[in-house]
């Protein structure tokens, strides 16, 4: 009976100290997927001290208006075009966030770029526009539109 115990316990032993090699390739790719995604999120916030800050202009919701943002943009808002994502009345003002990134660095410190196959493309910019009143988000009445007027910061072409 001894014997058959001792069997059985270092059958026991055996079976669960051996290792699975699929499940330790797959712990593996786990954890380099696990210190990839860390360590971009530790370059995603060391970029951020480096990005391009975001440009607030509060205007008044009585009547519409162009805002210009530093590097030409033209945004013309009809605060009656607009409604709160809750329904809420606007508060007294609007305020309009925009961000105009409009250079390869700008894009990179933002990590906005565009990529395609791997590779970085050449970009004519990306912009950001928000619009709150009192901290609620604002977005466009249905069948209404923004006009917004970009500035032309080069005469090259883009391909």
Same mark, same amino acid.
């Given at each position: 009976?001894?014997?058959?115990?001792?069997?059985?316990? *270092?059958?026991?032993?055996?079976?669960?100290?051996?290792?699975?090699? $699929?499940?330790? $390739?797959?712990?593996?790719? =786990?954890?380099?997927?696990?210190?990839?995604?860390?360590?971009?999120? $530790?370059?995603?916030?060391?970029?951020?001290?480096?990005?391009?800050?975001?440009?607030?202009?509060?205007?008044?919701?009585?009547?519409?208006?162009?805002?210009?943002?530093?590097?030409?943009?033209?945004? *013309?808002?009809?605060?009656?075009? =607009?409604?709160?994502?809750?329904?809420?009345?606007?508060?007294?003002?609007?305020?309009?966030?925009?961000?105009? =990134?409009?250079?390869?660095?700008?894009?990179?410190?933002?990590?906005?770029?565009?990529?395609?196959?791997?590779?970085?493309?050449?970009?004519?910019?990306?912009?950001?526009?928000?619009?709150?009143?009192?901290?609620?988000?604002?977005?466009?009445?249905?069948?209404?539109?923004?006009?917004?007027?970009?500035?032309?910061? *080069?005469?090259?072409?883009?391909?």
């Amino acid at each position: 009976m001894t014997k058959i115990l001792t069997f059985f316990i *270092s059958a026991c032993f055996l079976i669960f100290s051996c290792n699975d090699p $699929k499940a330790t $390739k797959e712990n593996a790719e =786990l954890s380099n997927y696990s210190n990839n995604k860390a360590d971009l999120a $530790k370059l995603s916030e060391a970029l951020k001290k480096y990005e391009e800050p975001s440009q607030i202009i509060r205007t008044s919701v009585d009547k519409p208006c162009v805002v210009t943002g530093r590097k030409g943009t033209k945004i *013309s808002i009809n605060p009656n075009d =607009l409604i709160t994502e809750s329904g809420k009345p606007f508060g007294q003002t609007i305020e309009v966030e925009i961000k105009e =990134l409009t250079n390869q660095g700008e894009l990179l410190r933002t990590n906005a770029q565009t990529v395609s196959d791997g590779k970085l493309l050449v970009s004519g910019g990306a912009y950001f526009i928000g619009m709150t009143s009192n901290g609620e988000q604002l977005k466009l009445k249905e069948g209404k539109t923004l006009n917004v007027q970009f500035a032309k910061l *080069s005469d090259k072409e883009i391909n």
